[in-house]
Nanobody, 123 residues
């Protein structure tokens, strides 16, 4: 089992920045690819970004490329999502997830999930 706890969400104006963190415990963190998904009200959960076990490979949905950066610190068992130039359409609950395959974008590809953290971007 892997337990994931997100933090860092909040309310920010359009154009602002937030940094999300996801702390992992349980099984060896460095064995897992990690991802961030998001779910807006009334919409399905969608992929935002992923990172390989060692951090050398990343993948982003087109709508966040150039604005969001995923990173990880395996010594701290933590994955981050730096979000810059935020837009109102980025408003969602953000979830981190752990899986054993790299670069996948579907919810069913990930085995462990956090409880989510709310990000609200005002216009």
């Amino acid at each position: 089992q892997v337990q994931l706890v997100e933090s860092g969400g909040g309310l920010v104006q359009a154009g602002g920045s937030l940094r999300l963190s996801c702390a992992a415990s349980g099984r060896t963190f460095s064995n897992y690819a990690m991802a961030w998904f998001r779910q807006a009200p009334g919409k399905e959960r969608e992929f935002a970004a992923s990172i390989s076990e060692g951090g050398g490979g990343t993948n982003y949905v087109d709508s966040v490329k150039g604005r969001f950066t995923i990173s990880r610190d395996n010594a701290k068992n933590t994955v981050y999502l730096q979000m810059n130039s935020l837009k109102p359409e980025d408003t969602a609950v953000y979830y981190c997830a752990a899986g054993i395959a790299v670069g996948l974008t579907r919810v069913e590809n990930y085995d462990y999930w956090g409880q989510g953290t709310q990000v609200t971007v005002s216009s």
